[in-house]
Nanobody, 122 residues
Framework: QVQLVESGGGLVQAGGSLRLSCAAS????????MGWSRQAPGKERELVAA????????YYGDAEKSRFTISRDNAKNTVFLQMNSLAVEDTAVYYC???????????????WGQGTQVTVSS
């Protein structure tokens, strides 16, 4: 069992930046692949970035490749999502997730945090 707690969300103007953090706890938390998904009102949840257990492999959605960076610090069991050049379309609840392998869709992750709201104003 892995518990995930997100932080770092908030209100930012378009073009600004935010850094989300996800603290993981539980047995072997650092051995899991981790990801960030988001869900906007009326839309399906989409995976925006993911990272393998050792940080050697990463995945990004097409719209996020040049703007978002995922990283992790296994010594602190924490995963980060640096988001730059934010746009109004990035407004959503962002969820941290964990799974046994790096997956390129939200379905591949077994554990989920409660989410943190990111709102980008124009």
């Amino acid at each position: 069992q892995v518990q995930l707690v997100e932080s770092g969300g908030g209100l930012v103007q378009a073009g600004g930046s935010l850094r989300l953090s996800c603290a993981a706890s539980g047995r072997s938390a650092s051995s899991y692949a981790m990801g960030w998904s988001r869900q906007a009102p009326g839309k399906e949840r989409e995976l925006v970035a993911a990272i393998s257990w050792n940080g050697g492999d990463t995945y990004y959605g097409d719209a996020e490749k040049s703007r978002f960076t995922i990283s992790r610090d296994n010594a602190k069991n924490t995963v980060f999502l640096q988001m730059n050049s934010l746009a109004v379309e990035d407004t959503a609840v962002y969820y941290c997730c964990a799974g046994p392998n790096l997956a390129t869709s939200s379905d591949g992750y077994d554990y989920w945090g409660q989410g943190t709201q990111v709102t980008v104003s124009s």
